[in-house]
Structure formats: structure tokens, C-alpha cells
């Protein structure tokens, strides 16, 4: 029989699911080299956000085939290091949503009505109604940060007590967003118009302290900021500043940089900040929803059957996934190039299935490219089963077409997409059996491997104009690992290719473009 390991608090009905095929040991508050000491029995991991699965204890858990988070964020799991090891790694996106969404519109009303601290004061005895004046939600204006699930259903909620909503997400659409009745808006204008701002975003490079003394400085000095997403967003220290500043109105923190909160100027302030243990997620219900969610997966993934949330590998059967493992690799790094590319809000994918990749068979191709341009807006959330559904949701249209008349190589993906930086093509092909080669980028012809760090750029061909790009990058000492051009005709427009060490300085692609003859410039990370 099957081994299950659960290293954090999971509701009973999952327990029981998974004792339908497995001996299960529940084990909490495990220390790592404790846990390093027994995952080696275990055929499966059940975990919250307690538990840090570290590479080191992925490579000790030997038999391991899966690791279940019930939950969202799989950022306390080194996806990457299972991924290497064959390991699926399974969520529960939807299963908390309602639990986390409530908790941020209690953390706006109770900030709003200083309960916490009035609620403490009553209990020490006094009956001080005079410090506990608090202000109205009604007709305030309520600033959204990321309209995915969460975000969306505070949003609705909100609107139903009067409130404007106001929603910054460069991933949804303009449809999607008034279906909410939201009105999407840059970012700075949110932080400059919001009474409250709530964040429901991922935690990635681009969002880590998207909350710091700059933006922080562009908020009403009454403004209200709430976090119920990831401890990062925020620049603790930046926020604790502001509050003693008077510089904005209060906060409301859920989750924290570093977990449990240490020692934090937060804990010193007053009434305009609340601070919660990560509740967000801790209803009955939602611990319900996720252990069901999880524990489901893990049990079909033990005997032999696929995941329906798996945030690594596809939830497809082992012969097909076989023989397009390959391309569908392809496929979604075509997705995520292209969806770069285009910048963000694609409203529109054309994907040509090309050569013997036109048959039916390709058809999880599609949703591979789609799980590729999603990522940026996703990360480890979209996978080869949501990611169908993510796109609709962001009112992208799909378009397929198959041309099998196409033969430059056995078999080629087309993607073209239409965003926030118009219409944008790229074409890609395995080269022997497995090596993907960029084949074509904007229409010009070029053969390329992709690699994590590019810049491409739209250029007259003309003398000179490698020569200066390179002592331009050289300049910001970025070494270029490679470059290719491709041209319809000499000195004619073109396309370069680079690959390059790092990722672009910023502040780059204005002086990139700044360079005589170069039209355009793109830096993407894959
Ligand atoms: N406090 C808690 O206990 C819980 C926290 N969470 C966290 O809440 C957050 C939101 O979760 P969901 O709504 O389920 O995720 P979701 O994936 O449905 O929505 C996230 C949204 O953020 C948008 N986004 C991505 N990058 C962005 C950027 N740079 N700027 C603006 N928008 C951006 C995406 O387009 C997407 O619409 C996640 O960080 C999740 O881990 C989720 C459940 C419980
Ligand atoms: O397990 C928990 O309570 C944390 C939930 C959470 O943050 C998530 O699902 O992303």
C-alpha cells in the first residue's frame, strides 16, 4: 500500500479519501532535517503553507510521486526541483477563494470601524466610544490590484455596498473587468484615486514590493491598504513609515515578508492596523474544500490516473503526453514569447498547427501555447487544465487553424498575438528530436534556440548598427551570449535575435531604441 505523508493541519475529509488507498501518517510541525530524516517513505506529501518543501527534501523523498498543497500559492514548494525529479506538484485554485475574498472585505470593514481595537477595549473594561469614530465604505472608491478570482469576487461583493471600483490588472480585458463593473485603470491613477486598496496578486519578481515608499507616496493620506495576497508585495518597513507618518490612513496585513511575523514596527502601531496570522484561507468551509480538492488529486495520481489542478505536468494520458511532451514544450515557450511580445491584455491568439502537427491529435498543443502566454499573468496557477478556462475568462479569442501543406520542418507551431504592444508572430520547430529552434519571428526568417534571457529588436539592416547595439549593451555590461538576424531583403527592415546573460538593466530599451535605425526593441524572460 501507498505511503501519504501529511506534515500540516488538513481537514479530516481529506484524511479519509486518502485512507481509501493509502496508509496515511498525519505529522505536524515537523522540522526540515526531520522531515529530510523520513520522506524517504513516503509516496506522496500533503501540505498548507506551513511546510517549506525545499529541494533538499525533494531529493530525500525517493519513492515521492506527488505533493498536494491545499491550497493556492505553491510558493513554498520548489515546483521546479519536483518538476526535475518527475514529481507532480497539485493545487486547489478555487478551493478558498470565497474564504479569502471574505477575509479581505472584513479586513476593509474592520479597519473601516476600528472593531479590533474597539472589540479589545470593551473587554479590558472601559466604554470609550469616543476614539472608535469611524468612516463609511458607501460611495468610497475601492482600488482592486489583480482581478482574478479573489479579486473579482471582492469586487462584486463591494459594489453591492456602494463602492467604486476602480481595478489595475494588465491581464484581463476591458470586457471582463466592466462585466465586474470595474473600471480598468493604470496603476498610479488607482493609488492616486483609491479610499481603499486591496492587493490580490501573486508574488513574482514584478510584484515584489509593488507597495513601497514611492507608491506609497502617491496614496491619499487617508487611504486604507489591505494584503490578504503574499507577504512581498509590500515593503513592510516602507508601510510601517508611512502609517507613523501620517502619510497614508491604516492597513490591513494578512500575510507577511516572513512567516510567522517577527519583530515588525507594525505590531507597535494603533488602531489603523490590523494584522491577522494568514487566515485568510481558514474557514471551515474552504478547509473542507481543499483537503477534498487535494487529497482527490493525490489519490487518483496513486493509482496511476491524472491531476486535475497539477501546476507541472499536463493532466493527460501517459501515451499522449509521451509523444507530445516535446511540443507541447514548444508550444508553451512559443505562448509565453509571443505573449510577451504583444505585452499584456492579448485579446486575440491565432495558432497555426503546421505540418504533421495538423491533425487532431495536436489539439492539447493549443492549450500549452495558451498555458505559455498565461504564465506572466499566472505563473504556477495556470496549468494544461485551467488554462483553456483562464483565457476565456480574460476574454482572449482564440482562433485555430491547420495547414499540413506547410513543410519546412516535420512539424511547426505558428502563434500570432494582438496586445497592449499590437499584433506580434513567432514560429518554432524541434530540431532533431527535442531541440526547440525559433524559426521565425514578426514574418522574418530567422533559426534561433530560445533562451531565458532575449532582446529582440526591429532594425533597418544597415552598416553599423550591430556594432553599436553591442557597445550600448556592453556598456550596461551585458554580454551577449548570441545574436542572429533575420531579413527579407538587404537593408531592408529586420529582426535581431539576442541572447543574453541576464536580464536588461532597466532603464535599457529607451537607449536601445534611441539607436539610428533601430525601431523597436522587446526584452522577454522564458
Ligand atoms: N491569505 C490567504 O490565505 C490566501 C491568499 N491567496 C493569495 O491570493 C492571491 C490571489 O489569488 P487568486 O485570486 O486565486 O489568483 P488568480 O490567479 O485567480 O488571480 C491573480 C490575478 O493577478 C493578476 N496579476 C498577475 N500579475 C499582476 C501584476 N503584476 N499586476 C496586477 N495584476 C497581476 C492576474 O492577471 C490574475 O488576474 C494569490 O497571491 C494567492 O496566493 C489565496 C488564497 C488564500
Ligand atoms: O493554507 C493556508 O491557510 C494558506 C492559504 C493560502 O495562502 C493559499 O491558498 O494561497
Known sequence: MSKVLVSDSIDQAGIDILSQVATVDVKLGLKPAELIAIIGEYDALMIRSGTRVTQEIIDAGTQLKIIGRAGVGVDNVDVPAATRRGIVVVNSPEGNTIAAAEHALAMILALSRHIPDANA?????????????????????????????????????????????????????????EQIGCQLVELDLLFQQADYITLHIPKTPETTHLINATTLAKMKPTARIINCARGGIIDEVALAAALKAGKIGGAALDVFESEPLGESELRSLGKEVILTPHLGASTAEAQVNVAIDVAEQIRDVL??????????????????????????????????????????????????????????????????????????????????????????????????????????????????????????????????????????????????????????????????????????????????????????????????????????????????????????????TL
Open 303 to 524: 493509482l496511476g490516473l491524472p491531476a486535475r489542478s497539477a501546476v507541472n505536468i499536463p493532466g493527460l494520458g501517459p501515451d499522449v503526453l509521451e509523444e507530445l511532451k516535446p511540443y507541447m514544450q514548444l508550444a508553451e515557450t512559443l505562448g509565453n514569447l509571443v505573449g510577451q511580445l504583444a505585452g499584456g491584455r492579448v485579446e486575440v491568439l491565432n495558432i497555426r498547427l503546421q505540418g504533421e502537427l495538423a491533425t487532431n491529435k495536436s489539439q492539447p498543443l493549443i492549450v500549452a501555447a495558451l498555458k505559455g502566454l498565461l504564465y506572466q499573468a499566472l505563473r504556477e496557477r495556470v496549468n494544461y487544465v485551467n488554462a483553456n478556462i483562464e483565457a476565456k475568462e480574460r476574454g482572449i479569442r482564440v482562433i485555430e487553424t491547420r495547414d499540413a501543406s506547410i513543410r519546412d520542418y516535420a512539424g511547426t507551431l505558428h502563434l500570432e498575438a494582438t496586445g497592449t504592444l499590437g499584433t506580434h508572430s513567432v514560429t518554432g520547430a524541434l530540431l532533431g528530436e527535442r531541440e526547440i529552434h525559433l524559426t521565425d519571428v514578426d514574418g522574418f526568417p530567422i533559426n534561433v534556440p530560445p533562451s531565458k534571457y532575449m532582446l529582440f529588436t526591429l532594425h533597418r539592416d544597415m552598416p553599423g548598427i550591430i556594432g553599436k547595439l553591442g557597445s550600448l549593451l556592453g556598456s550596461f555590461n551585458v554580454n551577449i551570449a548570441s545574436m542572429q538576424v533575420g531579413r527579407k531583403i538587404v537593408r531592408g527592415d529586420a529582426v535581431m535575435a539576442l541572447s543574453i546573460d541576464d536580464p536588461l538593466p532597466e532603464g535599457i530599451l529607451d537607449e536601445i531604441i534611441k539607436v539610428p535605425g533601430i525601431r523597436d526593441a522587446y526584452t522577454v
Open 121 to 177: 477595549s470593551v473587554k479590558r473594561g472601559a466604554w470609550d466610544r469616543n476614539s472608535f469614530v469611524g468612516a463609511e465604505v458607501y460611495k468610497k472608491t475601492l482600488g482592486v490590484v489583480g482581478l482574478g478570482k479573489i479579486g473579482s469576487h471582492v469586487a462584486a461583493v463591494a459594489r453591492t455596498m456602494g463602492m467604486k471600483l476602480l481595478a489595475y490588472d494588465p491581464f484581463i480585458s476591458t470586457e471582463r473587468a
